[in-house]
């Protein structure tokens, strides 16, 4: 965010409650101040008049027992009034399903938030063993194949601004996320798709396209994905892709009529 903070528009306060509700993950029921204040990496006195404001607003709400705080419905609104703009879901879930079913994984619509993945609609094959992963799921951008397909569809600015922030927050693990990412778009320009195969979770394959959603629209992707044992390398690649690739084309053609 240092580059946004030198920007004399930017606004700090906005940006900061913004990051509280952000940090809030599916599986988390409540936080606390302290354990919002590690996430976003913000003074614990910050967070508390963050917190009290966005509870006054119905951003968030106060659980009386733990003094912890729950997402609000104010922040349901907000979502549910940008899926039902989301169009796209409607036309891709049947698509998606039909390839879902083949592959016998789960096919997976997303778009990007910070260094995550949000999922916004989710297709699974009747198979026993698919990915325990639904809408509102988070996976992080830089190792899964889902958010290696929008880093492949960017222009090389966004790209690039990204890949630093990514690098200036863990710097440790940078030089193999780079390594990935590089593989990734070198992948997307010989094979149409990303990949991931156990750089997310080491026993989860997937392969992702990202497209074009409509006219002024950031790009979303899709992934398909599920356990290795049941989804080898080989047939995501030889089976799965030219049907993804197919899929996403199709997508594109009739969004962007």
Request: proline share 4%; aromatic share 6%; net charge positive.
């Amino acid at each position: 965010m240092s580059r946004q903070k030198e920007d004399r528009h930017f606004v700090t306060a906005l940006a900061r409650g913004l990051e509280v509700l952000a940090c809030y993950r599916s599986a988390d029921k409540a936080l606390g101040n302290q354990e919002i204040a590690e996430r976003c990496k913000l003074p614990k006195s910050t967070v508390s008049r963050l917190t009290f404001t966005l509870t006054r607003l119905g951003y968030l709400v106060q659980v009386e027992d733990t003094g912890k705080y729950r997402l609000g419905t104010a922040t349901l609104s907000l979502g549910s009034a940008m899926l039902a703009r989301m169009d796209v879901r409607q036309i891709a879930r049947p698509l998606m399903q039909e390839l879902a079913d083949f592959s016998r994984a789960m096919v997976s619509l997303g778009t990007r938030d910070r260094f995550s993945m949000i999922y916004v609609e989710n297709c699974r094959s009747s198979a026993a063993l698919t990915l325990s992963l639904d809408v509102g799921s988070r996976i992080p951008v830089s190792t899964s194949a889902i958010g290696r397909a929008w880093l492949a569809a960017v222009d090389q600015r966004e790209r690039a601004d990204f890949i630093e922030r990514v690098r200036e927050i863990d710097d440790l693990s940078w030089p193999a996320i780079r390594a990935g990412i590089d593989q990734a778009l070198e992948d997307h320009a010989r094979l149409g798709v990303t990949c991931s195969f156990g750089d997310w979770q080491k026993d989860v394959n997937g392969i992702a396209r990202a497209f074009r959603p409509g006219p002024g629209m950031p790009p979303m992707a899709l992934n398909c994905g599920g356990p290795s044992f049941n989804l080898s390398q080989a047939f995501l690649l030889d089976e799965v892709r030219p049907r993804l690739i197919d899929l996403t084309q199709r997508l594109e053609s009739t969004l962007l009529r």
